[in-house]
């Protein structure tokens, strides 16, 4: 008794290449049109379990029972060796490259193989939706969900057949899609990566494909009507329509699983559609690019992504964000076409219709041919050798943690070097600056200690005041200012964090509250604590434009508690996201628009230095922390110049005003 084989189902490579188009798209070119484009895998799942579920359907009435081994070894030939090549190839390529895109790939590479990519990923508390540092592999995800669909639903499909009316499998099918969607919503709130790659918080999909198949009796044929034939084909075709437009939707990752959830359902309206008997939809879906892509939509979607990061880190030295080079995507795009494309026809194909087995003997026979035969077998052989031992060095190879972690640690372990050093004794150490929080680090060097010692030998902005005036009494230009550290106050996100070390070789005795993650609100409320506290410095740095837009109050409640009385400096921002420009133009006018604010010109001042930063382009190595603590010194110093150099030619005005009395007398 043979096996069925697979339904063959008008529109669905085509609708499989809009999936897969809307994934592509997403991820080379992010700041397009499509926001929300991940829903392209969505789109697969709901195919995914209309399908299966049909097979099956089909094969126990047909056999009386579902062949397990038949099934799980039909998908093994369909899924493993294309998956086999992406994963070797491109940790290949990783190895070659090296850096920070090794960071994590044997775990990468163990969720690749025993399809657990997705809770894998979960145990590590990777990000799908962060762009800094992004996984290699990261698109594996959905394929360990597809995949533990596969070996989970033949054996629970003969529960639900159980249920004697198509209408109630369909029903039970739909409260199970309802309760995987709710559960996700619970979880999305506090752990939105948790909730988007867990199989539990995402089977909606595949259960909504599920309630099609048992519902419409997919393993059967049935008759065409005029709704069948004009209807519904307009009814799928307005549902394509919206799918796009859900894909547009601005914002969708913080709509899950909403956003994914109407794309499900739009999806199951154009399969129901495109399926029914007559339809001129399917047909309209399988025009021949888009079945074209659609029969090679599975190997586009696993070259995509690691080539995109490979590319994008081999040209621009950056990892991929919202502001992949179009170029970059473009050739990543070509890329994926062209080696989809080959390991389709030289891989794939033949393994699906041979076998692993039989794909095994054909290699034999090559070996026994013609020269020619002969040493494409042979340069088969080794190029497969050669990536399966590139992929073991790239396992081996790569660094524990990245190189913006690492910067990240060196920060953190100079604030606590700093925060437990020997106070000098009392009466010579830092004069009477506020303390530090716990979280802050302070040092004072001896010289700030003589300076206490010796109070009137500075000014108040640091310029050496002794012989202030000439012989005739005429005002001398005073000195450069060196504000010292212990006056000032610093809270900051992870790039003030990364530069700990400089900040405190710079400016010794600085108060440092820098944390990873932060956002301007976070050092509101800060800042405030530190005012109420009655620890803010005469002079308070804030750099906290990193991690998203600057928000109008945040900054403004940050200025109050600073008060008037103090100098408020602003640190810009410099990162490949897209909203740094529009913080910087922020800070700028707020800036502009305050007395007693600066800006200190990170962007600016690191920009000629990108060999200065880790991996990310975001965080400063020590070099680069150098520079960082040299912007804000020159920028505190500016002020301290600003008033030296205004209370000078008051003085100026001053004296010049008792000459002339003196002269006129």
Not at 83 to 90: N, R, W
Not at 399 to 420: D, F, K, Y
């Amino acid at each position: 008794m043979t096996t069925p084989t697979a339904p063959r189902y008008a529109g669905l490579d085509g609708l499989r290449a809009v999936a897969v188009l809307l994934v592509v798209i997403y991820h080379l070119f992010p700041a397009w049109f499509l926001h929300s484009g991940f829903v392209g895998v969505d789109v697969f799942f709901v195919i995914s379990g209309f399908l299966i579920t049909s097979l099956l359907l089909r094969e126990r009435p047909a056999t009386g029972r579902i062949a397990l081994r038949a099934f799980w070894t039909r998908r093994a030939r369909r899924l493993l060796p294309a998956l086999a090549l992406v994963v070797t190839v491109s940790a290949t390529l990783a190895w070659v490259i090296g850096g920070d895109v090794l960071v994590g790939l044997g775990r990468q590479v163990l969720g690749a193989a025993t399809f657990s990519y997705n809770w894998t990923s979960i145990g590590a508390g990777a990000s799908y939706f962060g762009s800094a540092e992004p996984e290699l592999l990261r698109n594996l995800w959905s394929l360990a969900v597809e995949e533990q669909f596969y070996v989970l639903w033949p054996l629970l499909l003969p529960v639900l057949l159980l249920v004697k009316r198509p209408w109630l499998r369909a029903l039970v099918a739909l409260a199970l899609a309802a309760a995987s969607a709710l559960w996700g919503f619970a979880v999305a709130g506090d752990a939105l990566t948790r909730a988007y790659y867990g199989t539990d918080t995402h089977a909606f999909g595949l259960l909504i494909g599920v309630a099609l198949a048992v519902g419409t009796g997919a393993g059967g044929r049935r008759p065409a009507t005029g709704w069948t034939r004009v209807g519904m084909p307009v009814a799928g075709a307005l549902a394509l329509v919206a799918l796009v437009a859900v894909a547009s939707v601005p914002g969708g990752a913080d709509l899950y699983p909403a956003i994914p959830l109407a794309a499900s359902l739009l999806t199951a309206v154009v399969i129901a559609a495109a399926t029914a008997p007559g339809a001129w939809l399917g047909r309209a879906l399988d025009v021949a690019p888009l079945r074209w892509i659609g029969e090679r939509s599975y190997g586009i979607y696993l070259w995509h992504w690691p080539l995109v990061v490979l590319v994008t880190l081999a040209a621009t030295g950056a990892f991929v964000d919202t502001a992949i080079p179009v170029a970059a995507g473009l050739a990543a795009g070509v890329l994926t076409l062209a080696l989809s494309a080959v390991s389709y026809r030289m891989l794939e194909q033949p393994i699906r219709r041979l076998g692993f087995a039989g794909a095994g003997r054909a290699v034999m026979a090559r070996l026994r041919s013609t020269p020619v035969r002969r040493f494409g077998a042979i340069a088969s052989l080794t190029a497969g050798l050669l990536v399966v031992g590139g992929t073991t060095a790239a396992v081996a190879a790569a660094p524990a943690v990245s190189s913006s972690e690492a910067v990240v640690e060196a920060g953190r372990q100079a604030l606590t070097a700093a925060s437990v050093a020997p106070a000098p004794p009392t009466g010579e150490g830092v004069s009477d600056a506020a303390p530090a929080p716990d979280a802050a680090a302070t040092a004072a060097p001896d010289a700030a200690a003589t300076d206490a010692a010796d109070p009137d030998r500075l000014s108040g902005d640091g310029a050496d005041d002794r012989s202030a005036t000439g012989a005739d009494g005429r005002p001398r230009p005073p000195a450069p200012a060196a504000v010292d550290g212990t006056r000032v106050t610093a809270v900051g996100d992870s790039v003030m964090l990364a530069s700990a070390a400089g900040l405190l070789a710079r400016l010794p005795g600085v108060q440092i509250d820098a944390e990873v993650s932060r956002s301007m609100w976070a050092g509101d409320t800060i800042v405030q604590q530190l005012a109420a506290q009655g620890a803010l410095r005469e002079y308070v740095v804030v750099g906290l434009g990193t991690n998203g837009p600057v928000d109008a109050q945040a900054l403004q409640q940050i200025y109050d508690a600073v008060g008037r009385d103090r100098t408020l400096v602003l640190v810009n921002a410099a990162a490949p996201r897209d909203w740094i420009p529009g913080v910087n133009s922020d800070l700028a006018a707020f800036a502009a628009t305050h007395p007693g604010v600066v800006v200190a010109d990170w962007a600016q001042a690191i920009a000629p230095h990108p060999d200065m930063l880790a991996g990310d382009r975001i965080h400063p190595g020590p070099q680069g922390g150098g520079v960082y603590a040299d912007t804000v010194a020159a920028a505190i110093d500016g002020v301290a110049n600003q008033r030296a150099e205004v209370r000078y030619q008051v003085e100026l005005i001053r004296w010049a005003a008792d000459e002339a009395l003196r002269s006129a007398g």
